[in-house]
Each structure stands twice: as structure tokens, then as C-alpha cells.
């Protein structure tokens, strides 16, 4: 499921819009440093390639479709802007210690599991917004139970309510998160 905000960025981006464009550089910009600069180690190398991968976004606006996990075209556009960079650094590298660990780090970006944490960093943030939008009685029963591990008659007892009202609020979130997160997992 492509979320909405998401999707109203990557339309407006596409359509041209500069404050839309940097007011997500400016949201997403350090998120993309540090992303990169796991894998550079080296912080000024880093910054230049995440300017390099917004400034490639906005070169490539119009080919972004807006019904895509934005957020993970942009990691995925800082992916291999590093993955560049360190194959440079591996040509030009005399030191046989420093070329396993840009080797080493080249086959860490390569991997699946890259791409599996930048899915994973989607979805966490998904799971976050719809904990926000369910309405206050919905979430604070189901945190109480999910996270905090309590019975509904613990929650019940504590909230002064009986645990069939909180087995209906529990229900009620579960029925938001499936709707919310099934769009989501039929894209991957």
C-alpha cells in the first residue's frame, strides 16, 4: 500500500513543485546521510552523495511514479549512488585491508538485506501512522495488549470498563491494521 502523504510527494515532485521537493529533501535528507554513510564511512563523502541523490531525483521527476513506495526509491537511488562511489574508491585503493572492507561493503549493498531493511524501515514507519490514526481508546487497549503483554481483564480492570469492550476495541484495531497494511504486503 503506497501511502497517501507519500504519494502526494512523489505527484507533486513529479509535477515540478520546488517546496514540495524541499521540504522532503529537508525531511528525508540526514535519514539518506546516514544511510550512506554506513556504508562509505566517511561523513563528507556521505552528504555529497545524498545531495548528489536528491539533486538525481529531481533530474528524474518525471519518470517517478507516484503509486511506488516512494521513500524506497529514494533509499534505493542513495543505494547505488554508494555502491558508485565505492567501486571508484576500490579501483584507486593501494591498501590491501582498506580494499577488503570496500569490497566487503560493496557485497553488504548488494545483498537482499539491504533492500529488506529499507522495506523494513517503510513498513515500521506505516505501523507507526496507523497506531496515530486509530482513535485514542482503539490504541491505548491494544498497546496495553500487544506491546504491554496485559490480559483483557487486566486492561479491562484498569481502564474501569468491562473486557468485552476492550475485546471490541482490540478487534476494531486489528480490522484497521489489516486494512491499512494488506496493500502494503501485496506490493512485495
Known sequence: MVDNSYKFIAQAIKEGNEKVFAAFMASEFNNIVHFINHFVKHFEVANDLAQETFISLWFSRETIDPNQNFRSYIFRIAKNK?????????????D????????????????????????????EELIE???????????????LSRKM??????????????????????SKALIFFRKRLSGYFKIF
Open 82 to 94: 554508494s555502491l558508485n562511489q565505492l567501486r571508484q574508491q576500490y579501483m584507486w585503493c593501494t
Open 96 to 123: 590491501s585491508l582498506e580494499k577488503k572492507n570496500i569490497d566487503l561493503s560493496i557485497n553488504t549493498l548488494k545483498s537482499e538485506q539491504v533492500d529488506t531493511e529499507i522495506m523494513a524501515l517503510e513498513l
Open 129 to 143: 501512522r496507523t497506531y496515530s490514526q486509530l482513535p485514542t481508546t482503539y490504541r491505548e487497549s491494544f498497546i
Open 149 to 170: 503483554g496485559m490480559t483483557y481483564e487486566e486492561i479491562a480492570e484498569s481502564k474501569g470498563l468491562s473486557a468485552k469492550t476492550i475485546e471490541y476495541h482490540i
